[in-house]
């Protein structure tokens, strides 16, 4: 199976949990009289519309290259992460928002099933998160990992609830607010989530030099094929699931040109064997001293 077709049964999966999951939240947050719960069941409703928008994107971004986008589609995975955070943003704040309002205003606690359907949840979640970002590592994909960090994200804020109801039930009168408090919590959580997501995306599109390890990989892999003595610079980008490579290699100053052309393509093939994830590679020869 490629990356693609990997990338994309991860997405489906999300958007499956997630809509399972929210329906689930909804009905026992307010069945149960949870806030928390229902802070949840918010953020798992947004996840629903970001996971479609990461298949989407995943899809795009497969597209091979044309004449009007030499370097592929792949941009489109960044974007994609931006839209994913503006959805997380934009839960965070409502919740907030709504959490305050019940904290300022006395409130029936909520019922005790809640906490087994929130154990269930924290479980579920863990485990979606655990899938989606081996999938995300195995892809490469900036998008999926977004993604899968929504799972770790509604997770803790799971976590956060099953807190915040248990102290409203076992401490009783006085101590309602608790689950609200619990969901006010959730909401930063999510917003420091959304700076983790955010910070790795806007590297990808601003093309910041990320990648040290791989760079000295090729550089090493280089000076194994024949005819290359040594490496000067290596900056590779990432796009999409992709990466390209602009290589500086240094050959004997005494071979003709064809001999330096035929030493860098044989380079670019065998570096493309050696990693697959590498889409296209540009060297530049030159001569030794």
């Known amino acids: 199976m490629d990356k693609t077709q990997t990338a994309q049964k991860a997405s489906i999966f999300s ?6 999951l929210a329906l689930c939240k909804w009905l026992a947050g307010y069945f149960g009289n949870s806030y928390a719960l229902i802070a949840d069941a918010i953020e798992s409703t ?3 519309f970001s996971s479609i928008l990461v298949l989407l994107g995943i899809r795009y971004a497969s597209k091979p290259a044309d004449s009007n986008h030499p370097y592929g589609h792949g941009r489109i995975e960044p974007l994609v992460t931006f839209a ?3 959805f997380l943003i934009i839960s965070a704040t409502i919740i907030a928002t709504e959490s305050i309002n019940n904290i300022r205003t006395p409130n029936e606690g909520p019922k005790l099933f809640t906490l087994f359907v929130l154990g269930a949840i924290i479980a579920w979640k863990e485990i979606s998160y655990r899938i989606v970002i081996r999938k995300a590592k195995q892809t490469g994909s900036t998008s ?9 994200s509604d997770a803790i804020t799971s976590v956060a609830a099953f807190i915040g109801i248990s102290i409203a039930i076992y401490m009783g009168d006085g101590y309602e607010s608790a689950d609200d408090w619990a969901a006010l919590f959730a909401s930063g959580v999510i917003l420091y989530n959304s700076y983790r997501i955010l910070k790795p ?14 760079a000295n990989d090729i550089s090493n892999f280089s000076k194994t094929v024949e005819g290359v003595l040594n490496t000067e610079k290596c900056h590779i980008r990432k796009t999409g699931m992709s990466y390209y490579v602009d290589l500086h290699i240094i050959v004997d100053k005494n071979i003709t040109v064809k001999e330096g052309h035929d030493i860098a393509h044989n380079l670019k093939r065998r570096l493309m064997e050696y990693k697959p994830e590498i889409a296209d590679v540009l060297i530049h020869v030159e001569p030794s001293k």
Do not use: Q
């Open 201 to 214: 995306a806007w590297g990808e599109i601003m093309d910041k030099d990320t990648y040290t390890d791989m």
């Open 15 to 20: 958007i499956i949990g997630n809509t399972l």
């Open 144 to 152: 999926l990992t977004a993604d899968a960090w929504h799972h770790r």
């Open 84 to 86: 994913v955070v503006g």
């Open 46 to 48: 947004a996840d629903i």
